[in-house]
């Protein structure tokens, strides 16, 4: 399997632009988390969906921040507009919904916002 | 927010030395696991302990539990240097089904 697959894996934009960032599961999981880490708040759940409904986006920092699943095989975390404090590796993870102890996670997207 | 803090925040050993991480959280626990990340890379699932488990090993690692402290710790024996990296504990809060994790201890093995 090829792993948890995120796109693109740098990001560079200016503030006020959309950024869209991508995630690919591996086949077969059923959880898929959204995961933002910084080195001043250290690692972050933003949104976790099971069987491609949100369950919880307590996480999401603001209405900027949109997450959308419209299948079992992809994710969109999207930021708009864009601010430098966003700036972040951001994670995608994925596991068996029975099995969500057990992540796999992708290798994440650096995004700067300049 | 962060539900775990790691102690220490970096430690430096050299090769063939024990390494000890510790974890505290606050809130009362189904299940706490502890993962490794290299530098540049994803989160990599080491161990799970659950709550009713107070030990539990694998290879070179060992987890210990104690839910009346809200501590863990995590011992890697004989290190080496490919053990190089951050560790993080994550634990559910009790939901069973999301993870937050700690602030990481940043171990470097010295060959």
């Known amino acids: 399997d090829a792993g948890v697959i995120q796109s693109p894996r740098h990001e560079v934009t200016e503030m006020g632009q959309e950024v869209t960032l991508r995630c690919k599961p591996i086949s077969g999981h059923n959880s898929l988390f959204w995961y933002r880490q910084t080195m001043m708040r250290g690692l972050e759940l933003l949104i976790y969906?099971?069987?491609?409904?949100?369950?919880?986006d307590s996480g999401m920092p603001e209405d900027r921040f949109s997450a959308k699943m419209p299948n079992a095989s992809f994710s969109t975390l999207k930021i708009q507009p864009s601010e430098p404090r966003d700036s972040a590796v951001y994670f995608c993870?994925?596991?068996?919904?029975?099995?969500?102890?057990?992540?796999?996670f992708g290798p994440g997207t650096r995004l700067t916002v300049t | 927010s962060q539900q775990g803090e790691e102690d220490p925040q970096a430690l430096s050993i050299q090769e063939g030395e024990n390494a000890t991480m510790n974890c505290s959280y606050k809130?009362?626990?189904?299940?706490l696991q502890w993962y490794r990340q290299n530098s540049g890379r994803g989160l990599v699932h080491l161990i799970l302990i659950r709550s009713n488990e107070r030990e539990k090993h694998s290879g070179r690692l060992r987890v210990t539990l104690d839910t009346s402290k809200k501590s863990s710790s995590l011992l890697i024996t004989a290190s080496r240097a490919a053990d190089t990296a951050s560790y993080f504990c994550a634990t559910d809060r009790g939901t069973g089904n999301q993870f937050y994790f700690g602030t990481g201890t940043s171990l470097t093995v010295i060959p």
């Open positions: 969906f099971n069987n491609n409904v949100p369950i919880d």
């Open positions: 809130t009362s626990i189904n299940n």
């Open positions: 993870a994925s596991s068996l919904t029975d099995r969500v102890y057990e992540q796999y």
